[in-house]
């Protein structure tokens, strides 16, 4: 059976952006981006809210025509493409690079969906990382803790009425200071 993964990074006051959407603060070196297209490349795909997939789309479909672009960039840029993808809008009309529009969360759906064969699913975005919570659909967050405090923004997790109990499966501190934690849920 597939999971469902949270795959974020935040600041350690707890944003995931800062003012404006700002992510500039986020510490993406050679080496954790190298890990980031170990983790993200054995996935089978991702989930996406608009925002998440419309930020991702207008950079990572040609970032490997950059000459600049790093080897790790040019990297992902093929695990992006080639990654399917499910992007969660009610608005968007249209979505390119292997990807399926869902108007809705449907929770029926989304267990069929990791019942498939394949990888485990990467779900990006605060808003329906939030709306998976409430339905009880995350299995594991991957949280990437850059250390920076960026003092005000979105904060990723949003308040609930009852605490969500979590199981350390990893922990590791990159050399340029973000330190992964890796937990699952607690069943």
Do not use: C
Request: hydrophobic share 40%; glycine share 10%.
């Amino acid at each position: 059976m597939r999971k469902i993964v949270v795959h974020m990074s935040l600041s350690l006051d707890g944003f995931f952006e800062g003012p404006g959407g700002d992510i500039g603060w986020h510490q993406v070196d050679v080496e954790l981006h190298e890990h980031f297209n170990e983790v993200i490349g054995a996935m089978g795909g991702f989930l996406n809210g608009r925002v998440s997939y419309q930020l991702m789309a207008d950079f990572w479909p040609t970032a490997d025509q950059d000459p600049t672009a790093s080897a790790p960039m040019r990297e992902y840029a093929g695990i992006w493409r080639d990654m399917p993808k499910i992007v969660y809008s009610r608005t968007l009309d249209h979505a390119d690079w292997n990807a399926t529009i869902v108007r809705e969360v449907d929770v029926e759906q989304v267990r069929k969906l990791t019942a498939e064969p394949g990888g485990d699913l990467a779900l990006g975005g605060a808003d329906l990382a939030a709306t998976f919570a409430r339905h009880d659909l995350i299995d594991e967050y991957r949280i990437y803790v850059h250390p920076v405090l960026v003092g005000r923004g979105r904060r990723l997790f949003p308040e609930a009425d009852a605490p969500t109990g979590l199981r350390l499966v990893e922990s590791r501190t990159f050399g340029n200071g973000v330190v992964l934690l890796h937990h699952e849920r607690a069943r």
